[in-house]
């Protein structure tokens, strides 16, 4: 069902794991499968680029393979570039054959970045705003 790049992502993910002290959390779930990610941001503030990203996921091994493929694409990129990350360039990152049943875990990986974002930036205008 699986190809072995998703395999070997899913067994040796490089962004897995929780982020101490991180600028922004996004954490989204899918109820209909169960799957459940969560993202950690750690922004440059001058500009804006993700320095580092993590990611816990509790679900499937398309859902874990998204997880880190999506990480790979959004570190480095500025908030607004990663935003503009779609479901089928981490789809095209995991190899390109994953199975329709499971494409949803790769917008469920968009679904969560951006959740992230949101919420660095609104914390982001209200720092500056007490500023």
């Not at 001058?46 to 493929?69: M, V």
């Amino acid at each position: 069902m699986y190809s072995q790049k998703i395999i070997k992502r899913f067994k040796n993910p490089k962004f897995a794991g929780e982020m101490k002290n991180s600028d922004a959390v996004g954490q989204v779930g899918n109820m209909k499968c169960g799957d459940v990610m969560k993202i950690y941001l750690k922004v440059d503030e001058k500009t804006e680029k993700i320095k580092d990203i993590k990611f816990q996921t509790f679900g499937c091994i398309a859902a874990i393979a998204a997880s880190d493929a999506m990480c790979e694409l959004a570190k480095g990129k500025t908030l607004k570039q990663a935003g503009k990350i779609k479901y089928s360039d981490i789809i095209k990152k995991m190899g390109g054959d994953v199975p329709k049943i499971k494409i949803h875990c790769s917008i469920l990986g968009t679904e969560t970045l951006r959740e992230a974002i949101k919420n660095y930036e609104f914390k982001s205008k209200t720092k500056n705003h007490k500023n």
